[in-house]
């Protein structure tokens, strides 16, 4: 488990991470952003208010949309380089 190693967490690429509040694994999520962030990786954090654990995979949610939106810009930043 990488969150354990801080030399592995060093390594990591740039990361997104997105959950939503009622997420049953929101609270890991943010340790690893935390985690990821003191060891100085490029790492966005997106929480959506309401939204549930792997919402984007439902494609009525207006979430959904915005959630697909930040994954394409933060490719589109990253793989542009």
């Keep these: 488990f990488p ?3 801080p ?3 060093r390594r990591f690429p740039p990361t997104l ?3 939503g509040t ?3 694994a929101m609270s890991s ?3 690893t952003q935390a985690a990821l962030t003191r060891e100085g990786v490029d ?3 997106h929480v959506w208010d309401g939204m549930w654990h792997a ?8 979430e959904s949309g915005e ?3 930040v994954v394409a810009r933060f490719f589109d930043r990253r793989l542009a380089r």
């Design 7 to 9: 030399a592995a967490l």
């Design 43 to 45: 790492t966005e954090l």
């Design 55 to 62: 919402f984007m995979a439902d494609p009525e949610p207006r």
């Design 17 to 19: 991470l997105i959950s």
């Design 29 to 31: 999520v943010l340790a």
């Design 3 to 5: 969150i354990g190693s």
């Design 67 to 69: 959630a697909y939106g």
């Design 22 to 24: 009622r997420d049953f």
